[in-house]
T-cell receptor, first 111, second 113 residues
Framework: GQQVMQIPQYQHVQEGEDFTTYCNSS?????IQWYKQRPGGHPVFLIQ???SGEVKKQKRLTFQFGEAKKNSSLHITATQTTDVGTYFC???????????WGAGTKLIIKP | KAGVTQTPRYLIKTRGQQVTLSCSPI?????VSWYQQTPGQGLQFLFE???????NKGNFPGRFSGRQFSNSRSEMNVSTLELGDSALYLC????????????FGQGTRLTVV
């Protein structure tokens, strides 16, 4: 069935370093959404990308949606301790809008 | 406005029992989805309801069922509980099922002993 692959599973960074997570779908998506889940919390919506090649920024976070609407990335510049958590992408199927979730990338800040 | 409310927050059940979890979506939201999350795992999709109809279903056994009421509140039921059903069950509500963001509840932590 349709899958959304998300890599890496974990990323350890020093505070101040950059972080990137990638999502790749086996088929074209209607849109892609990004969520953040803090330890012990629930997923919280960050952003939705709809257009081919779209790039959106939220302060230190940059989100991209590929030209073919099959892949997406989230890049965080100069990570801070508040960025710790798991970042999930969720692609919306063209056929029925069901969200297909990536496995998540856990951002860990090295002490 | 009030967020998504899930009850109960914590539950301990014995293997073989059944359980019902409840989700009250944000007022005005008509779409409710359910997910299972186990430690270190992503979100495993259970089912999605819109206007009392199940629109999509994940790959879970028939022991997992759900329904949605006319006021959009939703319940999920797990019968004949197994140890492997221990997980965080998350409910998410959306305005509708088309390209709208999902708002998650705090979840119900189910432990099967």
């Amino acid at each position: 069935g349709q899958q959304v692959m998300q890599i890496p599973q974990y990323q350890h960074v020093q505070e101040g370093e950059d972080f990137t997570t990638y999502c790749n779908s086996s088929t074209t998506l209607s849109n892609i959404q990004w969520y953040k889940q803090r330890p012990g919390g629930h997923p919280v919506f960050l952003i939705q990308l709809v257009k081919s090649g779209e790039v959106k920024k939220q302060k230190r976070l940059t989100f991209q949606f590929g030209e073919a609407k099959k892949n997406s990335s989230l890049h965080i510049t100069a990570t801070q301790t508040t960025d710790v958590g798991t970042y999930f992408c969720a692609g919306s199927r063209l056929s029925n809008y069901q969200l297909i979730w990536g496995a998540g990338t856990k951002l860990i800040i090295k002490p | 406005k009030a967020g998504v409310t899930q009850t109960p927050r914590y539950l301990i059940k014995t293997r073989g029992q059944q359980v019902t979890l409840s989700c009250s979506p944000i007022s005005g939201h008509r779409s409710v989805s359910w997910y299972q999350q186990t430690p270190g795992q992503g979100l495993q999709f259970l089912f999605e309801y819109f206007s009392e109809t199940q629109r999509n279903k994940g790959n879970f056994p028939g022991r997992f069922s759900g329904r949605q009421f006319s006021n959009s509140r939703s319940e999920m039921n797990v019968s004949t509980l197994e140890l492997g059903d221990s997980a965080l069950y998350l409910c998410a509500s959306s305005l509708d099922y088309q390209n709208t963001e999902a708002f998650f509840g705090q979840g119900t932590r189910l432990t099967v002993v």
